[in-house]
C-alpha cells in the first residue's frame, strides 16, 4: 500500500473545522396542529365551550355521517376512521392552541375599549386556567410593534399580563405573545427588552415568556442586504422566540398581488414558506402556516329557510370545508404541521385533513422506520457510520406528531414500527439505536 500523502492528525483536524451536529427540535411533538384566533372583544370563560359546540352542530348540519363526509372530504377507503377520529378529536379537544387577537381580529379602538377589553380578556383567561378549563396553549397577538402602533400595544400587552398574573400569581404554562408584521430586528428585541421589565416587576424568572414572530412583510424575508433575514429575526427575541407563523395577506399585499389573486398557494407564498422552513430547519422554532379566509357559513342567514335555500347554505359550507381541508392537507405535505383556524367550523375540515394525512401515510412510514432502526442498528454494532440518521428521525417524528394529534395510538405506532412506547417518548432516534446495539 502507498504510503499516505496526508500528514496522520489530518482527519482529526479536519473534523475539528466542522460544524457540530446540529441538535433536533425540541419538544417537536408537543407542537400543536393548529392555532385559533378570536377576537379579544368576544373572550369570554365560556368561549372555549361555545367554540366547540359549535364546531360540534356544524358538522351535524352539514357533514353529519360518514357519506357526507366522503362526499366533502373525498376521505375514500378511510372514511370510518377519519370520520370517527375527528368527532372524537371535536368532542375531547378540538382547540389545542388559541390566540386573543387585539390585532385585524379587533380592530383600531379608543384607548377606553381596548383597555377595558386587554382587562376583561386577562380575567377571563386566568378564570379558564385556575378551573382547568383552559386549552393547552393560550396567547395574545397585540399590535404590531411599529411606529402608528407601539404604544398601543405595550399598553396592551402591560395591562394583559399584568391582570392575567395579578389574578392567578403567575402566567399560565405555555402562555405566548405574538408579534404581528415584523418588518425589522429592532421590533422583536423592542418585545424581548419590554417582557424582560414586565417579568422583573412581577417576580417572574427572566426569559421566561416565549414569543412568536409573525413573516407577513418582505423585510422579514430578505435583509437590505438581500441576506435571508429569519435567523437575524428569530436571534432578536433572545432566546425566547417559540414559533414563526406566516401571515400570507399581508405579504402579498405588499408584493403588490391584488386581492382577488391572494390566496394561500400562490407562487409568492410558496416560495416564501420554502425560505422560511429552510431558514428555521432544525432550530427548534415551530412554523405555521397561514389562515383560509374562505368561512364555513351559508349565504342565507334568516329564520326560516325554504328546502332551497337549505341546500344553498349546505353547499356553500362544503365549499368552504372543502377549501381549508385542502390547505392544510397542502401545509402538511410541505412540512408545515400548524396553521391558522379562524372559525369553528373549520375545525372539522383540521381534523379530516391531519388524520387522512397520518393514517394514509402510516403503513410506509412504518415500513420505513423498521428499514432504518434495523440498518442503524447493524451499522453501530460494528462500528460503521450510518448515513441516514435524519431520515430516522424524521420518520420518527411522524409517528410523535400522529401519536400526539390521535391518528393512532402509542400501541398501535409499536405494532407497525417496533417502537416502545419508551423509545417513543425519549424522541431521538440516535438513542433507539444505541440501546438496541
Same mark, same amino acid.
Given at each position: 500500500?502507498?504510503?499516505?500523502?496526508?500528514?496522520?492528525d489530518f482527519v482529526?483536524?479536519?473534523?475539528?473545522?466542522?460544524?457540530?451536529?446540529?441538535?433536533?427540535?425540541?419538544?417537536?411533538?408537543?407542537?400543536?396542529?393548529?392555532?385559533?384566533?378570536?377576537?379579544?372583544?368576544?373572550?369570554?370563560?365560556?368561549?372555549?365551550?361555545?367554540?366547540?359546540?359549535?364546531?360540534?352542530?356544524?358538522?351535524?348540519?352539514?357533514?353529519?355521517?360518514?357519506?357526507?363526509?366522503?362526499?366533502?372530504?373525498?376521505?375514500?377507503?378511510?372514511?370510518?376512521?377519519?370520520?370517527?377520529?375527528?368527532?372524537?378529536?371535536?368532542?375531547?379537544?378540538?382547540?389545542?392552541?388559541?390566540?386573543?387577537?387585539?390585532?385585524?381580529?379587533?380592530?383600531?379602538?379608543?384607548?377606553?375599549?381596548?383597555?377595558?377589553?386587554?382587562?376583561?380578556?386577562?380575567?377571563?383567561?386566568?378564570?379558564?386556567?385556575?378551573?382547568?378549563?383552559?386549552?393547552?396553549?393560550?396567547?395574545?397577538?397585540?399590535?404590531?410593534?411599529?411606529?402608528?402602533?407601539?404604544?398601543?400595544?405595550?399598553?396592551?400587552?402591560?395591562?394583559?399580563?399584568?391582570?392575567?398574573?395579578?389574578?392567578?400569581?403567575?402566567?399560565?404554562?405555555?402562555?405566548?405573545?405574538?408579534?404581528?408584521?415584523?418588518?425589522?430586528?429592532?421590533?422583536?428585541?423592542?418585545?424581548?427588552?419590554?417582557?424582560?421589565?414586565?417579568?422583573?416587576?412581577?417576580?417572574?424568572?427572566?426569559?421566561?415568556?416565549?414569543?412568536?414572530?409573525?413573516?407577513?412583510?418582505?423585510?422579514?424575508?430578505?435583509?437590505?442586504?438581500?441576506v435571508l433575514a429569519?435567523?437575524?429575526?428569530?436571534?432578536?427575541?433572545?432566546?425566547?422566540?417559540?414559533?414563526?407563523?406566516?401571515?400570507?395577506?399581508?405579504?402579498?399585499?405588499?408584493?403588490?398581488?391584488?386581492?382577488?389573486?391572494?390566496?394561500?398557494?400562490?407562487?409568492?407564498?410558496?416560495?416564501?414558506?420554502?425560505?422560511?422552513?429552510?431558514?428555521?430547519?432544525?432550530?427548534g422554532v415551530w412554523?405555521? *402556516?397561514? $389562515? @383560509?379566509?374562505?368561512?364555513?357559513?351559508?349565504?342565507? /342567514?334568516?329564520?326560516?329557510?325554504?328546502? !332551497?335555500? =337549505?341546500? #344553498?347554505?349546505?353547499?356553500?359550507?362544503?365549499?368552504?370545508?372543502?377549501?381549508?381541508?385542502?390547505?392544510?392537507?397542502?401545509?402538511?405535505?410541505?412540512?408545515?404541521?400548524?396553521?391558522?383556524?379562524?372559525?369553528?367550523?373549520?375545525?372539522?375540515?383540521?381534523?379530516?385533513?391531519?388524520?387522512?394525512?397520518?393514517?394514509?401515510?402510516?403503513?410506509?412510514?412504518?415500513?420505513?422506520?423498521?428499514?432504518?432502526?434495523?440498518?442503524?442498528?447493524?451499522?453501530?454494532?460494528?462500528?460503521?457510520?450510518?448515513? *441516514?440518521? $435524519? @431520515?430516522?428521525?424524521?420518520?420518527?417524528?411522524?409517528? /410523535?406528531?400522529?401519536?400526539?394529534?390521535? !391518528?393512532? =395510538?402509542? #400501541?398501535?405506532?409499536?405494532?407497525?414500527?417496533?417502537?416502545?412506547?419508551?423509545?417513543?417518548?425519549?424522541?431521538?432516534?440516535?438513542?433507539?439505536?444505541?440501546?438496541?446495539?
Amino acid at each position: 500500500m502507498n504510503e499516505s500523502l496526508l500528514p496522520n492528525d489530518f482527519v482529526e483536524r479536519m473534523l475539528d473545522r466542522l460544524d457540530p451536529v446540529r441538535p433536533q427540535p425540541l419538544a417537536e411533538h408537543l407542537q400543536p396542529v393548529h392555532v385559533m384566533y378570536g377576537g379579544a372583544d368576544l373572550f369570554k370563560p365560556d368561549t372555549f365551550d361555545k367554540l366547540r359546540m359549535r364546531a360540534l352542530r356544524i358538522m351535524e348540519q352539514n357533514v353529519g355521517d360518514e357519506d357526507s363526509f366522503d362526499a366533502v372530504f373525498a376521505t375514500g377507503s378511510l372514511t370510518a376512521d377519519v370520520y370517527a377520529k375527528t368527532v372524537n378529536k371535536l368532542r375531547s379537544e378540538p382547540i389545542e392552541d388559541y390566540r386573543i387577537d387585539f390585532e385585524d381580529g379587533f380592530g383600531i379602538r379608543p384607548d377606553e375599549e381596548e383597555d377595558a377589553a386587554a382587562r376583561s380578556a386577562a380575567s377571563a383567561l386566568s378564570e379558564l386556567v385556575a378551573s382547568g378549563n383552559a386549552v393547552r396553549l393560550t396567547g395574545i397577538r397585540p399590535k404590531a410593534f411599529n411606529a402608528a402602533t407601539l404604544e398601543r400595544g405595550l399598553r396592551t400587552l402591560e395591562i394583559f399580563v399584568s391582570t392575567l398574573h395579578a389574578g392567578l400569581g403567575r402566567l399560565p404554562e405555555g402562555f405566548v405573545i405574538t408579534l404581528p408584521k415584523v418588518a425589522s430586528p429592532v421590533e422583536p428585541v423592542i418585545l424581548a427588552d419590554t417582557l424582560n421589565e414586565i417579568e422583573d416587576r412581577l417576580g417572574i424568572e427572566r426569559g421566561s415568556t416565549p414569543v412568536e414572530l409573525m413573516f407577513e412583510t418582505p423585510e422579514f424575508q430578505a435583509a437590505p442586504d438581500g441576506v435571508l433575514a429569519f435567523r437575524r429575526m428569530v436571534d432578536a427575541c433572545g432566546g425566547r422566540c417559540r414559533g414563526v407563523h406566516f401571515g400570507a395577506y399581508d405579504l402579498l399585499a405588499s408584493l403588490g398581488v391584488s386581492a382577488e389573486s391572494q390566496r394561500l398557494d400562490h407562487p409568492s407564498c410558496v416560495s416564501a414558506r420554502a425560505a422560511m422552513l429552510t431558514s428555521l430547519a432544525g432550530t427548534g422554532v415551530w412554523l405555521s *402556516d397561514g $389562515a @383560509t379566509t374562505e368561512m364555513p357559513v351559508g349565504r342565507h /342567514r334568516k329564520a326560516d329557510l325554504t328546502e !332551497a335555500e =337549505t341546500a #344553498e347554505n349546505r353547499a356553500d359550507v362544503a365549499k368552504a370545508l372543502r377549501a381549508h381541508y385542502l390547505n392544510c392537507r397542502r401545509s402538511l405535505v410541505e412540512g408545515f404541521y400548524q396553521s391558522w383556524d379562524l372559525h369553528p367550523g373549520q375545525l372539522i375540515a383540521r381534523y379530516a385533513a391531519v388524520q387522512t394525512f397520518f393514517i394514509e401515510g402510516r403503513d410506509r412510514s412504518a415500513a420505513r422506520l423498521r428499514n432504518f432502526i434495523d440498518r442503524g442498528t447493524r451499522a453501530t454494532m460494528t462500528g460503521s457510520t450510518f448515513d *441516514d440518521a $435524519a @431520515t430516522g428521525q424524521g420518520l420518527l417524528n411522524f409517528f /410523535r406528531r400522529g401519536i400526539r394529534c390521535g !391518528a393512532f =395510538t402509542s #400501541e398501535e405506532a409499536t405494532g407497525l414500527t417496533s417502537v416502545t412506547a419508551e423509545e417513543f417518548a425519549a424522541g431521538s432516534f440516535a438513542h433507539i439505536l444505541a440501546r438496541r446495539a
